[in-house]
């Protein structure tokens, strides 16, 4: 069968004329028909089964009204989201995510990824994501609390630890994932695994806070190895400042590499004495337990700067990507290429611009997707659920050593479906590997 420059094109108006204004969605898609539609040319039953139009269609979607009561007696009203994308191999799973700027389209595109990272992990789970146009920020506890029961009265109907098990994301952090499980545990009267991130007290999984930042370098430290060279001596810019973008920047620490920067919202942080443990920590309380804003860090460390924007004109030898969605842009691809980076690894979900890939690519540094580069979180997610189900738990050590095989792994089998030549393209790679194992489960099911 002969390969039809068109396919994409007319793969992608379906795709954006049954999702009309979802940017985000579209992106998401593009990215990966990209590398599928060529891969899938010589393979009739995959064209048969309709099974990348199938997979480019949610198999539900559970949007709700969400009502609370605010610390002035106020009501408030916010819309929950629970996008069930597929579960051919596993119950959905994916995070939840609190943020003013949540749409249906940012969260479609948030379970179409997760789709293929979970299938990258090789452990079973299906793809989903959920959320709330709710803004953590500024709120007492109390408020996230009744936030977060009201979200759970309504989504408890739609999970379940056999169903779809959720789990943290951008704004939902241990406070939120405790309120959250407290809630479902208290109208469903059943103590099961059925979201993960929880605390170490009630089901939760050592390492699961640390293992999406982790993971991220443990991915740039395999690309490297894989060339004779290590994160060690390399510096590093990072964005973001919570749970991903602290652990990637100790994890760098802790192979020997130099973090530059930290940011969050407002702007960006760059220290160039390095952000070591002991400021490191001091980020950590500033941003998760004092929640305040990371402009505060140069009021104490005096060599520091801040600038508003993003980190990208940092020279450096690895990126780290690790706020949220198109960070990066082309623009800013192109001045990490111009100032020499060597590494970009992708913490958070999709941070760069279909422009900023196509440079990555062209570049041919070493360049990790989200799908690949952040499994991590999820894959420690879906041995938590292991834990919970057997009702046991596994020591640090024993989970530290799945970690670093699963990351290890994911980057093998990019390295077999993204080899070209002496070169790997990893974006390649991921998205093929990924799409495998789903797409031979729905051609298994038949048509469903
Ligand atoms: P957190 O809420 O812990 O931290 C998010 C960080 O990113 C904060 O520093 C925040 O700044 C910044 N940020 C959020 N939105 C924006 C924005 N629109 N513009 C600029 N900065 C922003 O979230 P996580 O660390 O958990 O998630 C970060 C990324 O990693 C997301 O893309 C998420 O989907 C992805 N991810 C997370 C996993 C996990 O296990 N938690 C697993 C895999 C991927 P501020 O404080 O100002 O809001
Ligand atoms: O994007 C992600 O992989 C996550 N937010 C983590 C999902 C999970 O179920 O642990």
Not at 285 to 307: M, P, W
Not at 384 to 392: K, L, P
């Amino acid at each position: 069968m002969t390969v039809r420059t068109d396919d994409l094109g007319r793969f992608m108006e379906g795709v954006t004329r049954r999702n009309p204004g979802e940017p985000e969605f579209h992106q998401a898609v593009k990215e990966v028909a990209a590398n599928v539609i060529p891969y899938i040319q010589d393979k009739p039953v995959y064209q048969e089964m309709q099974i990348l139009e199938r997979m480019a269609e949610p198999d539900r979607v559970i949007i709700f009204r969400v009502c609370w009561e605010d610390d002035g007696g106020n009501i408030r009203v916010n819309r929950g989201y629970r996008v069930q994308f597929n579960n051919s191999i596993g119950p959905y799973k994916g995070g939840i995510r609190f943020h003013p700027s949540v749409t249906l389209s940012i969260l479609k595109f948030l379970g179409f990824e997760q789709t293929f990272k979970n299938s990258l992990t090789g452990l079973p789970m299906g793809g989903g994501k959920g959320g709330a146009d709710f803004n953590p920020k500024g709120k007492s506890d109390n408020e996230v609390m009744r936030f977060c029961q009201s979200f759970m009265t309504e989504l408890s109907r739609h999970i379940g630890e056999n169903t779809d098990v959720p789990a943290g994301d951008i704004g939902v952090g241990a406070r939120e994932i405790g309120y959250m499980f407290g809630q479902y545990k208290r109208l469903n009267n059943e103590f099961v695994g059925v979201l993960t991130g929880k605390g170490l007290e009630f089901g939760g999984s050592l390492i699961r806070t640390e293992a999406t930042g982790y993971g991220a370098v443990y991915f740039a430290e395999n690309m490297l190895g894989r060339i004779g060279d290590s994160v060690k001596g390399k510096s590093c810019v990072v964005s973001g400042s919570g749970n991903v973008a602290t652990y990637a920047a100790e994890k760098i620490l802790q192979l020997g590499g130099k973090v530059l920067t930290l940011s969050d919202s407002g702007g960006f942080v760059h220290d160039p004495d390095g952000i070591n443990e002991e400021k490191l920590e001091f980020i950590k309380n500033l941003k998760q337990v004092q929640r305040g804003r990371i402009s505060e860090y140069t009021d104490t460390y005096k060599n520091a700067t801040f600038h508003e924007g993003r980190p990208w004109g940092v020279t450096c030898d690895v990126a780290l990507p690790c706020a949220t969605q198109n960070e990066i842009t082309e623009v800013e691809a192109k001045l990490l290429l111009a100032n020499g980076v060597k590494v970009v690894s992708e913490g958070a979900n999709m941070p760069t611009e279909q422009g900023g890939i196509d440079a990555f690519i062209d570049g041919k540094i070493l360049f990790a997707p989200s799908k690949a580069a952040n499994a991590g979180g999820v894959a420690v997610s879906g041995l938590e659920m292991s834990q919970n189900s057997a009702r046991i738990s596994w020591k640090e050590d024993e989970l530290q050593v799945l970690l670093q095989d699963i990351m290890k792994s994911i980057h093998d089998n990019c390295v077999e479906y993204g080899s070209e030549g002496e070169h790997v393209n990893y974006l390649k790679g991921a998205n093929v590997a990924g799409f495998i194992k789903v797409a031979d489960a729905m051609v298994a099911y038949g048509v469903v």
